[in-house]
């Protein structure tokens, strides 16, 4: 089992700056791949941003350029910094983790609010 635990959500005007952290802890928690995912109101979740152990990193189009993620295997941590916010970005955005190789996200955090304002 790995548990996971987001923080820094918040609320931020349009243009501004976020960084989210998820701790992870659990058996081996290091050695998934971890991503971030989003839910805004009335629409489905999306993927944003996925990492391997290794840092390979990809994104989902709409945050190309403006989203990073980054993580530290020693304290089984991974980061989503937020530049340039949109007030589409608004939603609750979720950490999630899988096994590598597998296409599935099998566990998930409980979520962190993010509202832009504009």
């Known amino acids: 089992q790995v548990q996971l635990a987001e923080s820094g959500g918040g609320l931020v005007q349009v243009g501004g700056s976020l960084r989210l952290s998820c701790a992870a802890s659990?058996?081996?928690?290091?050695?998934?791949?971890m991503g971030w995912f989003r839910q805004a109101p009335g629409k489905e979740r999306e993927f944003v941003a996925g990492i391997t152990v290794a840092g390979s990193t990809n994104y989902a189009d709409s945050v190309k350029g403006r989203f990073t993620i980054s993580r530290d295997n020693a304290k089984n941590t991974a980061y989503l910094q937020m530049n340039s916010l949109k007030p589409e970005d608004t939603a609750v955005y979720y950490c999630a983790a899988r096994k590598y190789g597998s296409t599935v996200y099998e566990y998930w955090g409980q979520g962190t609010q993010v509202t832009v304002s504009s």
């Open positions: 659990g058996r081996t928690s290091s050695a998934y791949v």
